[in-house]
């Protein structure tokens, strides 16, 4: 599988694990401060943010950038 899809798979998959509605009516504190559902979100934005990275390296379009870079 093309590594293009692989990137937009998981960015679908990201799209639908914003939605927590698992954690909304959690009362729940982790390490003993931090709601959960706050934990849940900086776990989150750490995931997409490496997600966002790999699709730079792997699914950028490389002739875009060439073509932006050419001198005429």
Known sequence: MNG???????AIVLGVLHQDFW????NRNVFGFMPIGL???ACY???AATLWFFA???AWPKELVE??????
């Open 39 to 41: 934990f849940y979100h």
């Open 23 to 26: 954690n909304w009516d959690s």
């Open 4 to 10: 293009k899809y692989v990137i937009l798979i998981l």
């Open 56 to 58: 730079i390296k792997f």
């Open 67 to 72: 073509w932006a870079e050419k001198e005429d």
């Open 45 to 47: 934005s750490l995931v």
